[in-house]
């Protein structure tokens, strides 16, 4: 089916939107019934609170891929703000907020400028290490109470009313809980959200298609701890008075432990496992002392375990379990009505588009690319060979920006982009695919090759939460679909990139890299892998795509598929060019016969 008809095809979300309606109604009506005990209502409460802190750390945690140990804090910031500013300086709570969610914003974006560098275990160690110099903080500073903490904190009031019992309260915090769900549902599903979602796959795909990956990290963590403040904001008005307990290490790894036992990569996790923790937790604590005749931490114990058996049998979290019972989401929609995307101005083929002069690197005493120098021009595909080792892979990282050049110039129409970071030489029309395919397997097709048009949009976080980028999404949607069909995968939109075979994942980091509108395409080893009638249908592809206009540099070792294709070859061995000429010239080259056949006898 051609990718700009699934405008046509029947959705689910009427049905998804119905079970969200119902489950909201009951909700709503739960305090009103005379028969629930308050007991009920203070738990639900304390749900709603630990669920805010838990969504965040599905943006932060289950899409980002970044672990933190210290969310607990910021509901720290979050509460100990308003309880100041309300008791001592008689500030509105309401007003309040907006103060805590700027000390938090602040905090927490130069906290991250810190901590988001870090990479693998040092980075949620970071979060511990600030996360307990936070609750010591809070403990020792005389404005806020030392271990005493503040007492006498106002109620929330609407129209007047002080909400002093938890019923009252119950629809402040729910109503807050589903704003956040709202906001997060639309920031995932939006240009920043697929940055976020691109960093679990690693930064050097995202890099290569122009999106800022530190900025992206930061986003996730300052959102997650907004999500906090907010949290620790409703905390001290529900509670009348703060103290640094609930603010400790101990908290924010409970906070973890409630996303992931609810599916850390799910909003409705985050609900779920904030429910599911606090129910145990609470009746835990009355039944294990009752049942070892003594009382202790026993429950504890019992979290650690069922954590152990979760990640050994349901390592995705309860939700995607729970989820099954609920109708599927419905498809995004291709637009075919939405206006096309500008385009860059093509150079007049024949022209000079890449030039490359005395190129170097080295890796300490080894010089992986030595002088090498070449040039490509518009319209043309060249393509660059040469034995294992050559330094072919070490040349495209250097023309893309991936590696600095330790000496000589990379040119791309006359102006120099050696030296420059990946997203900015993305930024100039260079796009590229990889010798191992780097897509987000859980991630729909469509949505992999969207975050190739990352730099032909523009809105951010404000815009998606308000919902404001409709109409950019659908232009990079319908580009995304064009590429795809284009390519020849216009009936594999919504298949998770996951499941598709070896030559159908090199055709999409091919649409990905179109979407990008770019001057010049480099190919890592595009038909690496490949069987026969794989490589004859990318072939045709390339040959198409050169017909439209597009400059093509591609590494391959496959010389049968090189030669039938190339317009010239660029031959390496050792890190130097041994030779360069049309295919007929490089077949008898005897330079090129030596490095491959050992020489011509």
Not at 388 to 394: D, L, M, R
Not at 430 to 455: C, I, T, W, Y
Request: net charge positive; charged share 15%.
């Amino acid at each position: 089916m051609s990718a700009l008809s699934m405008s046509r095809l029947p959705t689910t979300g009427g049905p998804v939107r119905l079970a969200g309606l119902a489950i909201l109604v009951a909700g709503a009506v739960l305090p009103l019934l005379p028969g629930v005990p308050e007991f009920w209502i203070t738990l639900l409460n304390a749900v709603g609170l630990s669920a805010l802190v838990a969504m965040g750390l599905v943006v932060l945690t289950g899409v980002g891929g970044l672990t933190s140990f210290g969310q607990a804090a910021f509901c720290g910031f979050g509460a100990y703000t308003t309880a100041v500013l309300s008791t001592v300086h008689g500030v509105s709570p309401w007003l309040t907020l907006v103060a805590a969610l700027l000390l938090t914003g602040a905090a927490a974006l130069l906290l991250g400028l810190l901590t988001v560098r870090l990479s693998g275990h040092y980075l949620p160690l970071g979060t511990m290490a600030w996360g307990i110099s936070l609750f010591y903080l809070f403990g020792n500073l005389d404005a806020l109470g030392r271990h005493d903490g503040i007492s006498g904190i106002p109620p929330l009031s609407v129209a007047g009313h002080a909400l002093y019992d938890g019923r009252s309260v119950y629809y402040v915090i729910w109503g807050i809980v589903a704003l956040a769900a709202l906001a997060t549902v639309r920031l995932l599903d939006s240009r920043v959200g697929r940055t976020i979602r691109a960093l679990r796959g690693g930064v050097l795909a995202a890099e290569a298609s122009g999106v800022d990956t530190a900025r992206a990290k930061l986003v996730a963590f300052v959102y997650a701890a907004l999500l906090a403040a907010v949290s620790g904001w409703l905390f001290a008005h529900v509670q009348r008075a703060v103290n640094p307990t609930p603010f400790g290490l101990n908290a924010g790894i409970e906070y973890l432990f409630m996303a992931v036992v609810g599916g850390v990569s799910h909003i409705g996790g985050a609900v779920l496992g904030a429910g599911l923790v606090l129910l145990l937790k609470d009746q835990l604590q009355v039944v294990l002392p009752w049942l070892f005749g003594g009382s202790g931490n026993y429950e504890s114990i019992v979290f650690g375990g069922l954590l152990v058996l979760l990640l050994q049998h349901a390592r995705g979290g309860l939700w995607p379990l729970a989820a099954r019972l609920l109708p599927a989401p419905a498809a995004p929609v291709v637009d075919p009505a939405a206006e096309p995307l500008p385009r860059r101005s093509v150079p007049e083929r024949g022209g000079p588009l890449l030039e490359i002069d005395d190129l170097q690197k080295s890796f300490g005493g080894l010089a992986a690319v030595r002088n090498v120098g070449f040039s490509v021009a518009a319209g043309e595909i060249v393509g660059l060979i040469g034995p294992n080792g050559a330094g072919k892979s070490t040349t495209f990282n250097l023309i893309t920006g991936v590696l600095r050049p330790s000496g000589g110039r990379v040119r791309l129409l006359g102006s120099g982009i050696g030296g420059l970071p990946a997203r900015a030489v993305a930024r100039r029309g260079v796009a590229r695919s990889f010798q191992h395919v780097k897509l987000l397997p859980e991630m729909s097709v469509l949505d992999n090759v969207m975050l190739g048009a990352h730099l032909r949009g523009r809105a951010g976080v404000l815009r998606a939460v308000l919902r404001l980028d409709r109409a950019e999404e659908a232009r990079l949607r319908r580009e995304a679909a064009l590429q795809l069909e284009r390519c020849g995968l216009g009936d594999s939109l919504h298949r998770p990139a996951g499941t598709l075979a070896l030559g159908q994942s090199r055709i999409v980091e091919i649409a990905r890299a179109l979407c990008l509108d770019p001057l010049l395409l480099l190919l890592d080893e595009p038909a690496a892998g490949l069987r026969h009638a794989e490589k004859q249908a990318l072939a045709a592809l390339l040959r198409r795509l050169r017909e439209e206009g597009t400059t093509i540099l591609l590494v391959e070792h496959d010389m049968d598929f090189v030669m039938g294709l190339v317009d010239r070859l660029v031959v390496m061995e050792f890190g130097a060019r041994i030779a360069e000429g049309v295919p007929a010239d490089i077949r008898n080259d005897p330079a090129v016969l030596d490095a491959y056949l050992g020489g011509i006898e």
